[in-house]
């Protein structure tokens, strides 16, 4: 399986094929409202904002699975509007890790292992950035600011 093979469904329901980005710098976050972490959804939009037409792309993947995503898919896209102004592709739901985790963090896991404790997700707001030809480049905590990986999306826009 590689990337652009991949394919999520919206929060509303319609199928998004990773493909659709080819070209393009893709940041995927796992993401989640409740979060004490959720003050990144702004940072994350300020990304979005600052290098959407340069050819970034940021997707947030809401999940449950660390019991703070309340939000159903049909009020996620709202609360993250009002609550932190978020504008950037959200998906709908998804388990990060266990037995039906998306085919997208199965794929993102095994390219991009999370070190010594393994390749789970450990918490809300892990990030991973793709290149604009599909592969995973590099693997982020969720305590990593967005600010933070600026100068990676930037080098990766400019190659």
């Excluded at 990060?96 to 985790?101: E, H, L, P, Y």
């Excluded at 095994?110 to 590099?138: A, D």
């Amino acid at each position: 399986m590689a990337f652009y093979d991949i394919t999520f469904r919206d929060s509303f329901g319609s199928t998004v094929s990773m493909s659709e980005f080819r070209g393009k710098v893709v940041l995927i976050v796992n993401t989640a409202t409740k979060c004490g972490l959720a003050g990144q959804f702004k940072e994350l939009e300020e990304l979005h904002q600052t290098y959407k037409d340069k050819g970034l792309v940021v997707i947030g993947f809401p999940s449950d699975q660390f019991k703070q995503e309340p939000e159903t898919n049909e009020t996620m896209v709202k609360a993250c509007l009002i609550n932190f102004g978020v504008t950037f592709l959200i998906s709908e739901k998804i388990n990060v890790n266990g037995k039906d985790t998306h085919p997208l963090f199965v794929y993102l896991k095994k390219e991009l292992p999370g070190g010594i404790l393994g390749s789970n997700i450990k918490w809300n707001f892990t990030k991973f950035l793709v290149s604009k030809e599909g592969v995973p480049f590099k693997r982020y905590s969720p305590t990593t600011k967005p600010v933070e990986i600026e100068g990676d999306i930037i080098n990766l826009l400019d190659k």
